[in-house]
Nanobody, 121 residues
Framework: QVQLVESGGGLVQPGGSLRLSCAASGSIFSINYMAWYRQAPGKQRELVAGITSSTITNYADSAKGRFTISRDNAKNTVYLQMNSLKVEDKAGYYC???????????????WGQGTQVTVAS
């Protein structure tokens, strides 16, 4: 079983910055892909950014140029640096981690509990 703990959300003014963190723990053999999704009230959950084990990244168009995803493999942690935040970035942000477990090398996909980001003046 793999657990994810997220942190770093909060209230920030437009134009401000936040850094989200998500640490994975448990029966982990390898982590292939780590990503951040977000979900605003009344909307579907959408991919914000993802990063592979070889640090290839992908971003939603809305995140390009403002957000940066990174990972620390030694800590099984993924980060999302969010700059130039806009009101429309307000949402619950969820970490998603995919990999193989340590026991039988079975694939897993785990979600964090979510961290709220509010952008308001």
């Amino acid at each position: 079983q793999v657990q994810l703990v997220e942190s770093g959300g909060g209230l920030v003014q437009p134009g401000g910055s936040l850094r989200l963190s998500c640490a994975a723990s448990g029966s982990i053999f390898s982590i292939n892909y780590m990503a951040w999704y977000r979900q605003a009230p009344g909307k579907q959950r959408e991919l914000v950014a993802g990063i592979t084990s070889s640090t290839i990244t992908n971003y939603a168009d809305s995140a390009k140029g403002r957000f940066t995803i990174s990972r620390d493999n030694a800590k099984n942690t993924v980060y999302l640096q969010m700059n130039s935040l806009k009101v429309e970035d307000k949402a619950g942000y969820y970490c998603n981690v995919r990999g193989s477990d340590r026991l039988l090398f079975r694939p897993f996909a785990s979600w964090g509990q979510g961290t709220q980001v509010t952008v308001a003046s």
